[in-house]
Protein backbone atom coordinates (compact mmCIF):
# COMPACT_ATOMS: atom_id res chain seq x y z
CA UNK A 1 0.00 0.00 0.00
CA UNK A 2 1.50 3.79 -0.73
CA UNK A 3 -1.20 4.90 1.44
CA UNK A 4 -3.13 6.74 -0.99
CA UNK A 5 -6.44 5.61 -1.65
CA UNK A 6 -7.69 5.87 -5.27
CA UNK A 7 -10.40 8.16 -6.10
CA UNK A 8 -12.13 5.33 -8.06
CA UNK A 9 -10.94 1.59 -7.46
CA UNK A 10 -13.12 -1.23 -9.35
CA UNK A 11 -12.70 -4.62 -8.86
CA UNK A 12 -13.51 -7.72 -11.45
CA UNK A 13 -16.48 -5.62 -13.09
CA UNK A 14 -18.08 -7.58 -15.28
CA UNK A 15 -21.24 -6.54 -17.28
CA UNK A 16 -23.14 -8.67 -19.79
CA UNK A 17 -26.21 -8.12 -22.03
CA UNK A 18 -28.04 -11.35 -22.15
CA UNK A 19 -24.83 -13.25 -21.68
CA UNK A 20 -22.83 -11.11 -24.26
CA UNK A 21 -19.99 -9.81 -21.74
CA UNK A 22 -20.26 -6.17 -22.54
CA UNK A 23 -17.14 -5.95 -19.48
CA UNK A 24 -14.98 -8.73 -18.69
CA UNK A 25 -13.29 -8.68 -14.80
CA UNK A 26 -12.52 -4.94 -15.35
CA UNK A 27 -9.96 -3.78 -12.68
CA UNK A 28 -9.10 -0.21 -12.29
CA UNK A 29 -7.32 2.15 -9.89
CA UNK A 30 -7.92 5.95 -10.53
CA UNK A 31 -5.20 7.93 -8.47
CA UNK A 32 -6.68 11.56 -7.11
CA UNK A 33 -5.68 14.75 -9.49
CA UNK A 34 -5.36 13.05 -12.68
CA UNK A 35 -7.39 13.75 -15.64
CA UNK A 36 -7.86 9.88 -17.10
CA UNK A 37 -8.84 9.14 -20.73
CA UNK A 38 -11.18 5.45 -21.14
CA UNK A 39 -10.06 4.95 -24.40
CA UNK A 40 -10.97 2.12 -27.23
CA UNK A 41 -12.29 0.83 -30.14
CA UNK A 42 -16.33 0.88 -30.59
CA UNK A 43 -18.07 -1.43 -28.72
CA UNK A 44 -15.13 -1.85 -26.05
CA UNK A 45 -17.96 -1.00 -23.21
CA UNK A 46 -16.49 2.27 -22.34
CA UNK A 47 -19.87 4.12 -21.30
CA UNK A 48 -20.80 1.17 -19.97
CA UNK A 49 -17.60 1.13 -17.30
CA UNK A 50 -18.63 4.95 -17.20
CA UNK A 51 -22.23 3.39 -16.25
CA UNK A 52 -21.52 0.75 -13.61
CA UNK A 53 -19.05 2.95 -11.58
CA UNK A 54 -22.00 5.27 -11.63
CA UNK A 55 -24.08 2.62 -10.73
CA UNK A 56 -26.58 3.00 -14.00
CA UNK A 57 -25.72 -0.20 -15.17
CA UNK A 58 -26.33 -3.39 -12.70
CA UNK A 59 -22.71 -5.20 -12.96
CA UNK A 60 -23.24 -8.96 -13.23
CA UNK A 61 -19.94 -9.51 -11.10
CA UNK A 62 -17.53 -6.85 -9.31
CA UNK A 63 -17.45 -3.80 -6.75
CA UNK A 64 -16.75 -0.31 -7.04
CA UNK A 65 -15.43 2.34 -4.31
CA UNK A 66 -15.21 5.99 -4.51
CA UNK A 67 -12.66 7.04 -2.22
CA UNK A 68 -12.75 3.56 -0.08
CA UNK A 69 -16.54 3.51 0.33
CA UNK A 70 -19.14 2.32 -1.94
CA UNK A 71 -20.72 4.58 -3.97
CA UNK A 72 -24.12 5.05 -2.04
CA UNK A 73 -22.17 6.83 0.61
CA UNK A 74 -20.36 9.03 -2.12
CA UNK A 75 -22.78 10.48 -4.22
CA UNK A 76 -22.02 13.96 -3.11
CA UNK A 77 -18.55 13.56 -4.07
CA UNK A 78 -19.53 12.85 -8.09
CA UNK A 79 -20.46 15.12 -11.33
CA UNK A 80 -21.45 13.05 -14.40
CA UNK A 81 -21.73 15.15 -17.84
CA UNK A 82 -23.89 12.23 -19.62
CA UNK A 83 -23.14 11.80 -23.53
CA UNK A 84 -25.02 14.66 -25.47
CA UNK A 85 -27.21 12.48 -27.44
CA UNK A 86 -28.71 11.39 -24.34
CA UNK A 87 -31.21 13.70 -23.51
CA UNK A 88 -34.55 14.79 -25.77
CA UNK A 89 -33.17 18.61 -26.20
CA UNK A 90 -36.36 19.64 -27.59
CA UNK A 91 -37.39 19.63 -23.94
CA UNK A 92 -38.79 23.02 -23.37
CA UNK A 93 -36.67 24.56 -21.09
CA UNK A 94 -33.38 27.07 -21.14
CA UNK A 95 -29.41 27.11 -20.49
CA UNK A 96 -29.26 28.66 -17.45
CA UNK A 97 -32.05 26.10 -16.11
CA UNK A 98 -30.23 23.17 -17.16
CA UNK A 99 -27.41 24.10 -15.26
CA UNK A 100 -29.07 24.50 -12.46
CA UNK A 101 -30.28 21.06 -12.33
CA UNK A 102 -26.47 20.36 -10.87
CA UNK A 103 -27.81 21.88 -7.45
CA UNK A 104 -30.37 19.51 -7.08
CA UNK A 105 -28.78 17.15 -5.51
CA UNK A 106 -28.04 19.85 -2.65
CA UNK A 107 -31.18 20.80 -2.40
CA UNK A 108 -32.51 17.65 -1.90
CA UNK A 109 -36.23 16.60 -2.83
CA UNK A 110 -38.80 19.35 -2.84
CA UNK A 111 -36.78 22.26 -2.08
CA UNK A 112 -37.23 24.49 -5.26
CA UNK A 113 -33.81 26.28 -6.80
CA UNK A 114 -33.73 29.88 -5.72
CA UNK A 115 -31.48 33.62 -6.04
CA UNK A 116 -28.22 31.15 -4.63
CA UNK A 117 -28.89 28.20 -7.65
CA UNK A 118 -29.16 31.23 -10.24
CA UNK A 119 -25.96 32.69 -9.13
CA UNK A 120 -23.87 29.71 -9.09
CA UNK A 121 -25.32 28.89 -12.48
CA UNK A 122 -24.67 32.65 -14.28
CA UNK A 123 -21.43 31.83 -13.05
CA UNK A 124 -20.39 28.52 -14.35
CA UNK A 125 -21.94 29.80 -17.74
CA UNK A 126 -19.83 32.61 -17.60
CA UNK A 127 -16.71 29.85 -17.25
CA UNK A 128 -17.92 28.15 -20.19
CA UNK A 129 -17.97 31.51 -21.95
CA UNK A 130 -22.19 31.08 -21.96
CA UNK A 131 -23.44 34.39 -20.40
CA UNK A 132 -24.90 35.65 -23.34
CA UNK A 133 -27.40 32.18 -23.67
CA UNK A 134 -28.58 31.85 -20.21
CA UNK A 135 -32.19 32.66 -20.87
CA UNK A 136 -32.12 30.68 -24.95
CA UNK A 137 -33.73 27.70 -25.21
CA UNK A 138 -32.06 24.71 -25.21
CA UNK A 139 -33.39 23.58 -28.93
CA UNK A 140 -31.65 26.55 -30.41
CA UNK A 141 -28.32 25.93 -28.98
CA UNK A 142 -25.43 24.43 -31.34
CA UNK A 143 -24.09 21.16 -30.30
CA UNK A 144 -20.88 22.75 -29.26
CA UNK A 145 -23.57 24.93 -27.23
CA UNK A 146 -25.42 22.25 -25.66
CA UNK A 147 -22.17 20.30 -24.83
CA UNK A 148 -20.78 23.59 -22.95
CA UNK A 149 -24.71 24.31 -20.92
CA UNK A 150 -23.78 20.39 -19.82
CA UNK A 151 -20.15 21.01 -18.81
CA UNK A 152 -21.40 24.23 -16.54
CA UNK A 153 -23.94 21.62 -14.94
CA UNK A 154 -20.88 19.41 -14.13
CA UNK A 155 -19.23 22.68 -12.93
CA UNK A 156 -21.89 23.84 -10.23
CA UNK A 157 -21.76 20.55 -9.16
CA UNK A 158 -18.37 21.48 -7.36
CA UNK A 159 -18.05 17.56 -7.20
CA UNK A 160 -14.40 15.92 -6.71
CA UNK A 161 -14.58 13.30 -8.60
CA UNK A 162 -16.14 13.71 -12.67
CA UNK A 163 -17.71 11.61 -15.51
CA UNK A 164 -17.67 12.70 -18.75
CA UNK A 165 -18.56 10.96 -21.68
CA UNK A 166 -17.41 11.76 -25.19
CA UNK A 167 -17.90 15.45 -24.00
CA UNK A 168 -16.08 16.16 -27.42
CA UNK A 169 -18.67 14.55 -29.63
CA UNK A 170 -19.67 16.90 -32.81
CA UNK A 171 -18.42 19.79 -31.19
CA UNK A 172 -16.77 23.15 -32.92
CA UNK A 173 -13.07 23.68 -32.40
CA UNK A 174 -13.54 26.20 -30.48
CA UNK A 175 -15.64 24.85 -27.87
CA UNK A 176 -13.32 21.33 -27.62
CA UNK A 177 -9.95 23.56 -26.75
CA UNK A 178 -12.28 25.61 -24.01
CA UNK A 179 -13.21 22.43 -22.31
CA UNK A 180 -9.81 20.82 -22.33
CA UNK A 181 -8.76 24.27 -21.03
CA UNK A 182 -11.63 23.57 -18.09
CA UNK A 183 -10.65 20.05 -17.61
CA UNK A 184 -7.26 20.93 -17.43
CA UNK A 185 -8.10 23.51 -14.36
CA UNK A 186 -10.19 21.05 -12.65
CA UNK A 187 -7.29 18.62 -12.40
CA UNK A 188 -5.18 21.63 -11.04
CA UNK A 189 -7.24 22.01 -8.58
CA UNK A 190 -7.03 19.00 -7.29
CA UNK A 191 -10.43 16.90 -8.84
CA UNK A 192 -10.18 13.71 -10.43
CA UNK A 193 -11.85 13.03 -13.77
CA UNK A 194 -12.43 9.99 -15.74
CA UNK A 195 -13.38 10.99 -19.33
CA UNK A 196 -14.62 8.99 -22.52
CA UNK A 197 -12.47 9.80 -25.66
CA UNK A 198 -12.34 8.55 -29.16
CA UNK A 199 -9.71 10.39 -30.57
CA UNK A 200 -6.47 9.08 -30.10
CA UNK A 201 -4.62 12.12 -31.60
CA UNK A 202 -5.65 14.22 -28.82
CA UNK A 203 -4.82 11.68 -25.71
CA UNK A 204 -1.08 12.56 -24.85
CA UNK A 205 -2.11 16.67 -25.55
CA UNK A 206 -5.11 16.42 -23.22
CA UNK A 207 -4.95 13.38 -20.65
CA UNK A 208 -2.14 12.53 -18.14
CA UNK A 209 -3.62 8.86 -17.44
CA UNK A 210 -5.13 6.40 -19.78
CA UNK A 211 -6.98 3.25 -19.67
CA UNK A 212 -6.87 0.98 -23.01
CA UNK A 213 -10.35 -0.86 -22.92
CA UNK A 214 -11.23 -3.87 -25.37
CA UNK A 215 -14.46 -5.74 -23.04
CA UNK A 216 -11.27 -5.98 -20.87
CA UNK A 217 -8.74 -3.56 -18.95
CA UNK A 218 -5.82 -3.60 -21.51
CA UNK A 219 -3.33 -1.21 -19.72
CA UNK A 220 -3.91 1.34 -17.30
CA UNK A 221 -1.43 4.29 -16.38
CA UNK A 222 0.55 7.78 -17.38
CA UNK A 223 -0.28 8.00 -20.90
CA UNK A 224 3.50 8.48 -21.69
CA UNK A 225 4.42 4.68 -20.79
CA UNK A 226 0.92 3.35 -21.76
CA UNK A 227 -0.60 4.16 -24.89
CA UNK A 228 2.57 2.37 -26.47
CA UNK A 229 2.23 1.54 -30.26
CA UNK A 230 2.19 -2.41 -29.24
CA UNK A 231 -0.14 -1.65 -26.32
CA UNK A 232 -2.93 0.67 -28.60
CA UNK A 233 -2.36 -2.36 -31.33
CA UNK A 234 -3.55 -4.79 -29.29
CA UNK A 235 -6.55 -2.08 -27.41
CA UNK A 236 -7.75 -1.50 -31.39
CA UNK A 237 -6.32 -4.71 -33.06
CA UNK A 238 -7.03 -7.47 -30.46
CA UNK A 239 -9.78 -8.72 -31.17
CA UNK A 240 -9.32 -9.39 -34.87
CA UNK A 241 -5.72 -10.44 -34.16
CA UNK A 242 -7.25 -13.04 -32.14
CA UNK A 243 -9.69 -14.08 -34.71
CA UNK A 244 -7.12 -14.33 -37.92
CA UNK A 245 -4.78 -16.51 -35.59
CA UNK A 246 -8.49 -18.79 -34.75
CA UNK A 247 -9.42 -18.94 -38.75
CA UNK A 248 -5.26 -19.64 -39.39
CA UNK A 249 -5.30 -22.27 -36.96
CA UNK A 250 -8.47 -23.98 -38.48
CA UNK A 251 -7.40 -23.95 -42.38
CA UNK B 1 -76.75 22.38 -9.09
CA UNK B 2 -77.77 23.01 -12.45
CA UNK B 3 -77.73 20.54 -15.03
CA UNK B 4 -75.32 22.63 -17.74
CA UNK B 5 -72.81 23.71 -14.84
CA UNK B 6 -72.53 20.05 -13.12
CA UNK B 7 -71.53 18.84 -17.37
CA UNK B 8 -69.29 21.87 -17.42
CA UNK B 9 -67.73 21.65 -13.86
CA UNK B 10 -67.00 17.56 -14.05
CA UNK B 11 -65.43 18.24 -18.24
CA UNK B 12 -63.36 20.57 -16.78
CA UNK B 13 -62.01 18.96 -13.89
CA UNK B 14 -61.49 15.59 -16.17
CA UNK B 15 -59.69 17.63 -18.67
CA UNK B 16 -57.12 19.83 -16.40
CA UNK B 17 -56.66 16.24 -14.39
CA UNK B 18 -56.14 14.30 -17.62
CA UNK B 19 -53.80 17.23 -19.34
CA UNK B 20 -51.24 17.23 -16.53
CA UNK B 21 -50.61 13.92 -16.02
CA UNK B 22 -50.60 13.96 -20.34
CA UNK B 23 -47.69 16.49 -20.45
CA UNK B 24 -45.58 14.49 -18.72
CA UNK B 25 -46.09 11.75 -20.64
CA UNK B 26 -45.95 13.59 -23.51
CA UNK B 27 -42.09 14.94 -22.91
CA UNK B 28 -41.39 11.09 -22.21
CA UNK B 29 -42.65 10.40 -25.12
CA UNK B 30 -45.01 7.58 -23.80
CA UNK B 31 -48.06 9.14 -25.33
CA UNK B 32 -49.46 5.84 -25.94
CA UNK B 33 -49.07 4.21 -22.46
CA UNK B 34 -52.06 6.51 -21.71
CA UNK B 35 -54.30 4.29 -24.65
CA UNK B 36 -53.29 1.12 -23.19
CA UNK B 37 -53.67 2.16 -19.39
CA UNK B 38 -56.63 3.37 -20.71
CA UNK B 39 -57.72 0.19 -21.26
CA UNK B 40 -56.46 -2.49 -19.13
CA UNK B 41 -56.79 -0.52 -15.95
CA UNK B 42 -60.24 -2.23 -16.93
CA UNK B 43 -59.61 -5.25 -15.19
CA UNK B 44 -57.74 -3.55 -11.72
CA UNK B 45 -61.96 -2.29 -11.65
CA UNK B 46 -63.20 -5.72 -12.42
CA UNK B 47 -61.11 -7.28 -9.72
CA UNK B 48 -61.31 -4.80 -7.23
CA UNK B 49 -65.34 -4.93 -7.54
CA UNK B 50 -65.61 -8.82 -7.45
CA UNK B 51 -63.58 -8.60 -4.10
CA UNK B 52 -65.80 -5.79 -2.98
CA UNK B 53 -69.17 -5.88 -5.12
CA UNK B 54 -69.52 -2.50 -4.37
CA UNK B 55 -69.26 -0.02 -7.77
CA UNK B 56 -68.10 2.91 -5.17
CA UNK B 57 -65.30 1.75 -3.64
CA UNK B 58 -62.05 3.36 -3.27
CA UNK B 59 -60.49 -0.43 -3.73
CA UNK B 60 -61.64 0.32 -7.39
CA UNK B 61 -58.65 3.31 -7.77
CA UNK B 62 -56.37 1.03 -5.92
CA UNK B 63 -57.39 -1.70 -8.30
CA UNK B 64 -56.57 0.45 -11.27
CA UNK B 65 -53.65 1.80 -10.25
CA UNK B 66 -51.83 -1.54 -9.27
CA UNK B 67 -53.37 -2.56 -12.97
CA UNK B 68 -51.60 -0.01 -14.42
CA UNK B 69 -48.28 -0.22 -12.72
CA UNK B 70 -48.97 -4.01 -14.34
CA UNK B 71 -49.39 -2.77 -17.44
CA UNK B 72 -46.28 -1.28 -17.74
CA UNK B 73 -43.82 -3.59 -16.11
CA UNK B 74 -45.17 -6.51 -18.35
CA UNK B 75 -44.09 -3.42 -21.26
CA UNK B 76 -40.72 -3.54 -20.20
CA UNK B 77 -40.60 -6.98 -19.06
CA UNK B 78 -41.07 -7.65 -23.29
CA UNK B 79 -38.83 -4.77 -24.17
CA UNK B 80 -35.88 -6.69 -21.91
CA UNK B 81 -36.18 -9.77 -23.93
CA UNK B 82 -34.78 -7.49 -27.10
CA UNK B 83 -37.34 -9.26 -29.46
CA UNK B 84 -39.69 -6.60 -30.39
CA UNK B 85 -40.27 -3.23 -30.18
CA UNK B 86 -42.41 -0.66 -27.61
CA UNK B 87 -45.10 0.18 -30.28
CA UNK B 88 -45.57 -3.55 -30.51
CA UNK B 89 -45.21 -4.43 -26.87
CA UNK B 90 -48.04 -2.19 -25.74
CA UNK B 91 -50.62 -4.00 -28.25
CA UNK B 92 -49.36 -7.12 -27.44
CA UNK B 93 -49.85 -6.51 -23.37
CA UNK B 94 -52.98 -3.72 -22.84
CA UNK B 95 -55.85 -5.69 -25.09
CA UNK B 96 -54.75 -8.51 -22.97
CA UNK B 97 -55.81 -7.36 -20.09
CA UNK B 98 -58.57 -5.73 -21.34
CA UNK B 99 -60.15 -9.10 -22.86
CA UNK B 100 -59.88 -10.57 -19.34
CA UNK B 101 -61.57 -7.55 -18.01
CA UNK B 102 -64.29 -8.16 -20.30
CA UNK B 103 -64.61 -11.51 -19.82
CA UNK B 104 -64.80 -11.40 -16.42
CA UNK B 105 -67.28 -8.60 -16.90
CA UNK B 106 -69.22 -10.99 -18.92
CA UNK B 107 -69.19 -14.30 -17.09
CA UNK B 108 -69.43 -12.85 -13.27
CA UNK B 109 -70.62 -9.91 -13.17
CA UNK B 110 -73.48 -9.13 -16.02
CA UNK B 111 -76.29 -8.29 -13.64
CA UNK B 112 -74.15 -4.88 -12.41
CA UNK B 113 -73.66 -1.19 -13.99
CA UNK B 114 -70.22 -1.90 -15.61
CA UNK B 115 -70.74 -2.06 -19.50
CA UNK B 116 -68.20 -2.00 -21.51
CA UNK B 117 -69.48 0.88 -23.94
CA UNK B 118 -69.98 3.40 -21.46
CA UNK B 119 -66.22 2.25 -20.45
CA UNK B 120 -64.95 3.47 -24.05
CA UNK B 121 -67.17 6.30 -24.83
CA UNK B 122 -68.58 7.55 -21.51
CA UNK B 123 -71.69 9.85 -20.85
CA UNK B 124 -71.04 13.16 -19.65
CA UNK B 125 -74.77 14.06 -20.10
CA UNK B 126 -75.88 12.04 -17.15
CA UNK B 127 -73.69 13.70 -14.54
CA UNK B 128 -75.89 15.10 -12.99
CA UNK B 129 -78.03 12.66 -11.95
CA UNK B 130 -75.80 10.60 -9.99
CA UNK B 131 -74.58 13.01 -6.87
CA UNK B 132 -73.51 13.02 -3.70
CA UNK B 133 -73.36 15.36 -0.79
CA UNK B 134 -70.10 16.91 0.16
CA UNK B 135 -69.57 19.22 2.88
CA UNK B 136 -73.55 20.16 2.75
CA UNK B 137 -73.58 20.65 -1.02
CA UNK B 138 -74.99 18.12 -3.75
CA UNK B 139 -72.04 17.28 -6.28
CA UNK B 140 -72.19 14.79 -9.07
CA UNK B 141 -70.54 12.10 -8.30
CA UNK B 142 -67.97 12.16 -11.34
CA UNK B 143 -67.06 15.67 -10.25
CA UNK B 144 -66.34 15.16 -6.81
CA UNK B 145 -63.98 11.89 -8.24
CA UNK B 146 -62.10 13.77 -10.99
CA UNK B 147 -61.95 16.78 -8.95
CA UNK B 148 -59.79 14.48 -6.25
CA UNK B 149 -57.95 13.47 -8.89
CA UNK B 150 -57.38 16.54 -10.33
CA UNK B 151 -55.88 17.48 -6.93
CA UNK B 152 -53.85 14.76 -6.41
CA UNK B 153 -52.63 15.03 -10.06
CA UNK B 154 -51.71 19.03 -9.74
CA UNK B 155 -50.26 18.27 -5.93
CA UNK B 156 -47.71 15.92 -7.81
CA UNK B 157 -46.64 18.12 -10.50
CA UNK B 158 -46.30 21.26 -8.00
CA UNK B 159 -44.40 19.02 -5.38
CA UNK B 160 -41.99 16.97 -7.49
CA UNK B 161 -42.20 19.50 -10.05
CA UNK B 162 -38.40 19.93 -10.08
CA UNK B 163 -37.60 16.42 -9.39
CA UNK B 164 -40.01 15.38 -12.47
CA UNK B 165 -38.55 18.23 -14.66
CA UNK B 166 -35.05 16.75 -13.76
CA UNK B 167 -35.47 12.60 -14.25
CA UNK B 168 -37.76 13.78 -17.89
CA UNK B 169 -34.86 15.42 -19.21
CA UNK B 170 -31.79 13.65 -18.06
CA UNK B 171 -32.72 10.25 -16.05
CA UNK B 172 -29.13 9.25 -15.85
CA UNK B 173 -28.38 12.48 -13.97
CA UNK B 174 -31.11 12.42 -11.63
CA UNK B 175 -30.52 8.51 -11.01
CA UNK B 176 -26.45 9.85 -10.08
CA UNK B 177 -28.12 12.35 -7.89
CA UNK B 178 -29.84 10.25 -6.01
CA UNK B 179 -32.98 10.83 -7.01
CA UNK B 180 -35.58 7.92 -8.27
CA UNK B 181 -36.73 8.18 -11.72
CA UNK B 182 -37.82 5.15 -11.41
CA UNK B 183 -39.65 5.69 -8.28
CA UNK B 184 -41.34 9.39 -10.13
CA UNK B 185 -42.13 6.98 -13.05
CA UNK B 186 -43.95 4.59 -11.46
CA UNK B 187 -45.97 7.39 -9.08
CA UNK B 188 -47.29 9.38 -12.81
CA UNK B 189 -48.26 5.60 -13.96
CA UNK B 190 -50.47 4.96 -10.91
CA UNK B 191 -51.56 8.27 -11.50
CA UNK B 192 -52.32 7.64 -15.08
CA UNK B 193 -54.31 5.08 -14.00
CA UNK B 194 -56.24 6.92 -11.13
CA UNK B 195 -57.18 9.76 -13.68
CA UNK B 196 -58.22 6.84 -16.30
CA UNK B 197 -61.15 5.27 -14.11
CA UNK B 198 -62.21 8.98 -13.02
CA UNK B 199 -62.47 9.83 -16.67
CA UNK B 200 -64.16 6.59 -17.40
CA UNK B 201 -67.94 7.50 -15.92
CA UNK B 202 -67.38 10.91 -17.32
CA UNK B 203 -65.84 10.87 -20.50
CA UNK B 204 -64.81 7.30 -21.88
CA UNK B 205 -61.25 6.08 -22.42
CA UNK B 206 -60.93 7.38 -25.72
CA UNK B 207 -61.84 11.24 -24.66
CA UNK B 208 -59.38 10.45 -22.17
CA UNK B 209 -56.29 9.47 -24.56
CA UNK B 210 -57.42 12.99 -26.76
CA UNK B 211 -57.30 14.91 -23.37
CA UNK B 212 -53.70 13.64 -21.92
CA UNK B 213 -52.08 13.67 -25.93
CA UNK B 214 -53.73 16.57 -27.76
CA UNK B 215 -53.68 19.54 -25.13
CA UNK B 216 -49.91 18.72 -24.19
CA UNK B 217 -48.97 18.54 -27.39
CA UNK B 218 -50.59 21.99 -28.20
CA UNK B 219 -48.72 23.50 -25.58
CA UNK B 220 -45.57 22.05 -26.36
CA UNK B 221 -45.67 24.23 -28.96
CA UNK B 222 -45.96 27.25 -27.37
CA UNK B 223 -44.53 26.94 -24.32
CA UNK B 224 -40.87 27.96 -23.33
CA UNK B 225 -40.67 26.45 -19.74
CA UNK B 226 -42.14 23.24 -18.03
CA UNK B 227 -44.36 24.96 -16.17
CA UNK B 228 -45.61 27.29 -19.07
CA UNK B 229 -46.69 24.05 -20.83
CA UNK B 230 -48.39 23.12 -17.69
CA UNK B 231 -50.36 25.79 -17.41
CA UNK B 232 -50.73 26.04 -21.45
CA UNK B 233 -52.51 22.18 -21.24
CA UNK B 234 -54.83 23.23 -18.36
CA UNK B 235 -55.77 26.04 -19.96
CA UNK B 236 -56.00 24.17 -23.77
CA UNK B 237 -57.81 21.20 -22.19
CA UNK B 238 -60.30 23.00 -20.39
CA UNK B 239 -61.24 25.53 -23.08
CA UNK B 240 -61.34 22.07 -25.54
CA UNK B 241 -63.63 20.70 -22.75
CA UNK B 242 -66.31 23.96 -22.53
CA UNK B 243 -65.81 24.68 -26.84
CA UNK B 244 -66.83 21.01 -26.94
CA UNK B 245 -69.65 21.26 -25.12
CA UNK B 246 -71.41 23.65 -26.62
CA UNK B 247 -70.34 22.28 -29.84
CA UNK B 248 -72.03 19.52 -28.51
CA UNK B 249 -75.41 21.62 -27.73
CA UNK B 250 -75.27 23.27 -30.57
CA UNK B 251 -75.70 20.30 -33.04
CA UNK B 252 -77.55 18.11 -30.51
CA UNK B 253 -74.27 15.30 -30.64
CA UNK B 254 -72.38 13.17 -27.93
CA UNK B 255 -70.36 15.44 -25.88
CA UNK B 256 -67.56 13.50 -25.06
CA UNK B 257 -67.10 13.34 -29.14
CA UNK B 258 -67.21 17.21 -29.70
CA UNK B 259 -64.51 17.32 -26.70
CA UNK B 260 -62.37 15.42 -28.04
CA UNK B 261 -63.07 16.67 -31.76
CA UNK B 262 -62.46 20.40 -29.62
CA UNK B 263 -58.92 18.90 -28.83
CA UNK B 264 -57.85 18.22 -32.21
CA UNK B 265 -59.36 21.32 -33.37
CA UNK B 266 -57.10 23.13 -30.35
CA UNK B 267 -54.25 21.32 -31.86
CA UNK B 268 -54.45 21.81 -35.55
CA UNK B 269 -54.95 25.89 -34.79
CA UNK B 270 -51.46 25.85 -32.41
CA UNK B 271 -49.46 23.60 -35.03
CA UNK B 272 -50.32 26.25 -37.49
CA UNK B 273 -50.15 29.44 -35.80
CA UNK B 274 -47.92 29.24 -32.59
CA UNK B 275 -45.60 32.05 -32.33
CA UNK B 276 -42.63 30.20 -33.16
CA UNK B 277 -42.81 26.68 -33.50
CA UNK B 278 -45.93 26.74 -35.52
CA UNK B 279 -46.13 26.16 -39.31
CA UNK B 280 -47.12 29.36 -40.15
CA UNK B 281 -43.31 31.00 -38.35
CA UNK B 282 -41.48 28.73 -39.80
CA UNK B 283 -42.69 29.45 -43.29
CA UNK B 284 -41.91 33.13 -42.58
CA UNK B 285 -38.52 32.33 -40.77
CA UNK B 286 -37.76 30.15 -43.97
CA UNK B 287 -38.37 32.80 -46.50
CA UNK B 288 -36.64 35.41 -44.75
CA UNK B 289 -33.65 33.25 -44.39
CA UNK B 290 -33.86 32.86 -48.12
CA UNK B 291 -33.09 36.57 -48.95
CA UNK B 292 -30.39 36.87 -46.18
CA UNK B 293 -27.60 35.77 -48.54
CA UNK B 294 -28.51 37.80 -51.37
CA UNK B 295 -28.49 40.53 -49.29
CA UNK B 296 -25.06 40.10 -48.38
CA UNK B 297 -24.11 39.85 -51.61
CA UNK B 298 -26.09 42.91 -52.27
CA UNK B 299 -24.24 44.70 -49.61
CA UNK B 300 -20.75 43.80 -50.66
CA UNK B 301 -21.62 44.85 -54.12
CA UNK B 302 -22.29 48.10 -52.77
CA UNK B 303 -19.15 48.50 -50.36
CA UNK B 304 -17.26 47.79 -53.35
CA UNK B 305 -18.90 50.53 -55.55
CA UNK B 306 -19.44 53.42 -52.63
CA UNK B 307 -17.88 56.77 -53.56
CA UNK B 308 -16.23 55.35 -56.68
CA UNK B 309 -17.20 57.40 -59.86
CA UNK B 310 -19.91 54.66 -60.61
CA UNK B 311 -22.09 54.68 -57.43
CA UNK B 312 -24.68 56.57 -59.19
CA UNK B 313 -25.18 54.10 -61.88
CA UNK B 314 -23.88 50.73 -59.84
CA UNK B 315 -25.62 51.62 -56.84
CA UNK B 316 -29.21 53.15 -58.20
CA UNK B 317 -31.89 51.39 -56.98
CA UNK B 318 -33.53 51.37 -60.10
CA UNK B 319 -30.31 49.06 -61.76
CA UNK B 320 -29.88 46.53 -58.78
CA UNK B 321 -31.72 43.95 -60.72
CA UNK B 322 -29.71 44.52 -63.98
CA UNK B 323 -26.49 44.45 -62.55
CA UNK B 324 -27.10 41.65 -60.06
CA UNK B 325 -28.55 39.60 -62.90
CA UNK B 326 -31.63 39.00 -60.79
CA UNK B 327 -35.38 39.10 -61.15
CA UNK B 328 -36.87 42.83 -60.80
CA UNK B 329 -39.52 40.97 -58.05
CA UNK B 330 -36.73 39.52 -56.24
CA UNK B 331 -34.85 42.15 -56.45
CA UNK B 332 -37.36 44.37 -54.99
CA UNK B 333 -37.73 42.01 -52.13
CA UNK B 334 -34.07 41.91 -51.25
CA UNK B 335 -33.65 45.14 -50.56
CA UNK B 336 -36.54 45.40 -48.62
CA UNK B 337 -35.01 42.71 -46.67
CA UNK B 338 -31.53 44.82 -46.68
CA UNK B 339 -33.69 47.99 -45.36
CA UNK B 340 -35.90 46.00 -43.22
CA UNK B 341 -32.36 44.26 -41.52
CA UNK B 342 -30.56 47.63 -41.12
CA UNK B 343 -28.08 47.05 -43.24
CA UNK B 344 -28.75 49.54 -46.63
CA UNK B 345 -31.13 53.30 -46.44
CA UNK B 346 -31.98 54.80 -50.00
CA UNK B 347 -31.05 58.22 -50.46
CA UNK B 348 -31.87 59.50 -53.79
CA UNK B 349 -32.51 56.41 -55.37
CA UNK B 350 -28.98 55.36 -54.33
CA UNK B 351 -28.63 52.72 -52.13
CA UNK B 352 -25.91 53.32 -49.13
CA UNK B 353 -24.98 51.26 -46.60
CA UNK B 354 -25.15 51.40 -43.05
CA UNK B 355 -22.56 51.56 -40.37
CA UNK B 356 -24.00 47.61 -39.44
CA UNK B 357 -23.92 46.82 -43.12
CA UNK B 358 -20.47 47.95 -43.93
CA UNK B 359 -19.45 45.93 -41.19
CA UNK B 360 -21.10 42.76 -42.76
CA UNK B 361 -19.46 43.37 -46.33
CA UNK B 362 -16.57 43.55 -44.64
CA UNK B 363 -16.26 40.48 -42.66
CA UNK B 364 -17.48 39.01 -45.90
CA UNK B 365 -15.22 39.99 -48.16
CA UNK B 366 -11.96 39.43 -45.23
CA UNK B 367 -13.10 35.99 -44.68
CA UNK B 368 -14.77 34.46 -48.09
Sequence with gaps: MDGVTPAIRVEDITVAYRENPVLWDVDLEVPPGVLMAIVGPNGAGKTTLLKSILGLVRPAAGRVFIKGEPLSRQRRLIGYVPQRSSVDWDFPTTALDVVMMGRYSELGWFRRPGKRERELAMQALERVGMTDFANRQISQLSGGQQQRVFLARALVQDSEIYFLDEPFAGVDVTTEKAIVGILKELRERGRTLLVVHHDLSTLAEYFDWVLLLNVRAIAAGPVATTATPEMLAMTYGGRSAYLMKQEGGDG | ?368
Design chain 2, 1 to 368: MNVELSILLTAASVAIGCSLVGTLLVLRRMSLISDAISHSVLLGIVLAFLATRDLNSPWLLVGAAAVGVLTVVLIQLLLGTRRLREDSAIGLVFPLLFSIGVILITRMAGDVHLDTDAVLLGELGFAWMDTASVLGMDLPRSFIVSSAVLLANLLFVTLCYKELKLSIFDAGLAASLGFSPLLLHYLLVSLVSVTAVASFDAVGSILMVALMIAPPSAAWLLSRSLAQMLGWSALLATVSAVGGYYLAVRIDSNIAGCIAAACGICFLVCWLLAPERGLVSRWMQQAEQRLLFPAQMLAVHIANHEGRPEEPVECNTENIAEHMHWQEQFAREVIGYAQRHRMLREQDSILRLTEEGRGIAEKLMLHG
